[in-house]
């Protein structure tokens, strides 16, 4: 049954994505495809393009930079790959550490996890989907040290405060998806219509309208003080924030609503909430990892080749794409299990490889945990209503309605 649901909520998202998946599950590590370029599935084989930086760009067809390229400008091809990736990496490294992540993480989500708690133990239902929305929404807000405020007559306009002064998140997460979403249909193709790229740019001038106060007042604790503490332009730092407020939401708040139907689709919820302590603890880990890898939900990872490479026994030419398959070779050795020990093939694949593994694992990781542990607390906890998110590029649930087992 979980499984059912998981590729229901992947072909949902994209009937070309299921097609895709359900295709390379059968065919070779790695094959060309007309079209679509390169499509490899083996988890090896990936890291070793993900980790070659000599022979593999994520600027130029094929990749997410050539994207983001066309929408703010030939400038953040320095900032997303160049000498000013690794400079600001190497200088920002410590607001991303697992210390950072939970001093970020512990007080912005707590308010999302006690009122779930609440309403948990109170025999009322929860919509996870929600509160993951919002819970994403709050811990990037924070992150970047924007004023949520600047958000608040739009999400009131668009009806997205449930009462719970709530909806500034809820905008932040659905133009951050909003724009993510315009980059469907691009696996064969990255260059973007003008229509399309009008209005990416438009959705990101509202999402970062808060970006130049921020930049001027935030705390040295928050990525856009350390941008201005560092002499971070302010260009620079807009670009930083659109990359931030979209790959730190979806991806996250996706990991967040399906680990939590797998955990109580597989009947291992209980499981957890009976354990105690340490006990807990360490399966609550486990959960956190194996939610991460039967979701990635990244499922795919694109790359322009620069130069002419030989991966698993194929010639791939300077000019191709590559098409890295990441959910397919995570959720090759089987479904979401507790008991499943640490696979070293796939370690962290959910989060890339190489020079740009995701720089919010630590941050990621902390909020499912935070989530999960929350629920286990709360005693364990049956999926009563579910809904797959249609058209969107990171599969997720639109609604998730879970309650609390007696
Ligand atoms: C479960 C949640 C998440 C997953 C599965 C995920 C996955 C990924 C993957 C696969 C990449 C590499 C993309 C590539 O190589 O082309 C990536 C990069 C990135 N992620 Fe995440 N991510 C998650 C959460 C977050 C969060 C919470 C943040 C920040 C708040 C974040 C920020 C970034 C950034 C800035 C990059 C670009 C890194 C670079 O190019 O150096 N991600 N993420």
Do not use: K
Not at 142 to 163: K, P, R, S, Y
Not at 334 to 339: E, I, K, N, V
Not at 365 to 389: K, N, Y
Request: hydrophobic share 45%; aromatic share 4%.
């Amino acid at each position: 049954m979980a499984g059912r649901h998981e590729r229901t909520v992947i072909r949902s998202a994209s009937p070309a994505l299921g097609a895709l998946v359900s295709a390379a599950r059968l065919g070779p590590r790695i094959l060309r495809v007309p079209r679509l370029g390169w499509v490899v599935r083996d988890p090896v084989l990936i890291r070793e393009l993900l980790v070659d930086h000599r022979s593999t760009s994520l600027l130029g067809e094929g990749g997410v930079g050539h994207l983001w390229s066309q929408v703010l400008g030939d400038w953040v091809e320095d900032l997303f790959d160049g000498a000013g990736h690794h400079s600001l990496r190497t200088r920002a490294r410590d607001l991303f550490t697992e210390a950072a992540a939970h001093d970020l993480v512990a007080p912005a989500a707590s308010p999302v996890t006690a009122l779930m708690t609440q309403r948990l133990m109170a025999g009322t239902t929860v919509d996870i989907a929600d509160l993951a929305r919002v819970l994403v929404g709050r811990i990037v807000v924070a992150m970047l040290g924007i004023d949520v405020t600047t958000f608040l007559a739009e999400a009131d306009a668009a009806g997205l405060d449930h009462g719970d002064d709530w909806g500034a998140y809820r905008l932040v997460f659905a133009r951050g998806e909003e724009l993510a979403a315009l980059a469907l249909g691009t696996q064969s193709d990255t260059t973007l219509a003008p229509a399309t790229v009008d209005r990416a740019r438009q959705i990101l001038e509202g999402l970062t309208a808060g970006v130049p106060r921020a930049y001027r007042t935030a705390p040295e604790s928050t990525v856009l003080g350390r941008c201005r503490a560092l002499g971070v332009t302010e260009q620079e730092a807009t670009g930083l924030a659109s990359l931030l407020l979209v790959a730190g939401t979806e991806t996250a708040a996706s990991a967040i609503a399906r680990t939590a139907a797998l955990l109580a689709d597989t009947g291992q919820a209980a499981r957890l909430a009976t354990a105690t302590g340490s006990d807990r603890d360490d399966l609550v880990e486990v959960a956190v990892r194996e939610g991460l890898r039967v979701t990635t939900p990244a499922p795919v990872i694109g790359r322009h080749i620069t130069r002419d490479v030989t991966v698993g026994g194929r010639t791939l030419r300077a000019g191709d794409r590559v098409l890295a398959l990441t959910y397919v070779a995570n959720t090759a050795p089987g479904a979401f299990d507790l008991d499943r020990p640490y696979l070293p093939d796939n370690r962290h694949l959910w989060f890339g490889a190489g020079r740009h593994l995701c720089l919010g694992a630590a941050v990621a990781r902390a909020e499912l945990r935070q989530v999960i542990s929350a629920l286990a607390a709360a005693g364990p906890w049956t999926v009563v209503d579910r809904e797959a998110a249609r058209r969107v590029l990171i599969p997720t649930y639109r609604r998730l309605v879970v309650r609390r087992v007696a």
